[in-house]
């Protein structure tokens, strides 16, 4: 079963304006979460990430919020820029083990 | 400031051949884990290591994959009798502690003819 949820395969924006992607979990025990951004034949690089005790992680353009009563993260991108265009991971861990459970993955586009 | 390193970058085999990957973590990263990433899906975790140990598995990892990390530094991975299956993307990623930020490397494309 997913745990964690994409599910836009894509996104087109255009240049300046606000990107936003969305992450769905299922799991109440995750209490940490990631987005990482991937370009082709490359690995995942950290873009972000905030813990359950706080709602909301800003880092210059990139700013991430969490609802926990709904099990909701997203990813807010402003102004985008056409070298944001990869495919954004949302990620997830619990306290008790190591791993990070991903989700599909969305393919951002953005348009000069 | 050095990253995450993995060797070979791309290999392609023939069904039924063994074949291994080195993965460099960067230095003073004690914690080290492999995982999978096969074609629209994100990836999957295979194992970890906390230096020399390895302390967790996933089912997915199955009895032709073998992990070590002999000296707690960098690790390798092998598949045995390679499938047309295990054709993925395969990523190490290490992290200082246990609260830290896991970084990856740029990942071993395997493609099995």
């Known amino acids: 079963d997913q745990q964690v949820k994409q599910n836009s395969p894509s996104l087109s924006v255009q240049e300046g304006r606000i990107s936003i992607l969305n992450c769905d979990y299922t799991?109440?025990?995750?209490?940490?979460f990631l987005w990482y951004k991937k370009y082709p034949a490359e690995g995942p690089t950290f873009l972000i990430s905030?813990?359950?005790?706080?709602d909301k992680n800003e880092d210059g353009r990139f700013t991430v919020f969490l609802n926990k009563s709904a099990k909701h993260l997203s990813l807010h991108i402003v102004p985008s820029q056409p070298g944001d265009s990869a495919v954004y991971f949302c990620?997830?861990?619990?306290?008790?083990?190591?791993?990070?459970?991903f989700g599909k993955g969305t393919k951002l586009t953005v348009n000069p | 400031d050095t990253g995450v390193s993995q060797d070979p970058r791309h290999k392609i085999t023939k069904r039924g051949q063994n074949v291994t990957f080195r993965c460099d973590p960067i230095s003073e990263h004690n914690r080290l884990y492999w995982y999978r990433q096969t074609l629209g899906q994100g990836p999957e975790f295979l194992t970890y290591?906390?230096?020399?140990?390895?302390?967790?598995k996933s089912r997915l990892l199955s009895d032709r994959f073998s992990a070590e990390r002999p000296k707690g530094s960098f690790s390798t991975l092998e598949i045995q009798r390679t499938e047309q299956g295990d054709s993925a993307m395969y990523l190490c990623a290490s992290r200082k502690g246990q609260y830290e930020t896991q970084y990856f490397g740029p990942g071993t494309r395997l493609l099995v003819l």
């Open positions: 905030i813990s359950s005790i706080k």
């Open positions: 290591f906390q230096n020399e140990a390895q302390l967790e």
């Open positions: 799991n109440s025990m995750f209490d940490y």
């Open positions: 990620a997830a861990s619990d306290g008790g083990s190591e791993k990070l459970v």
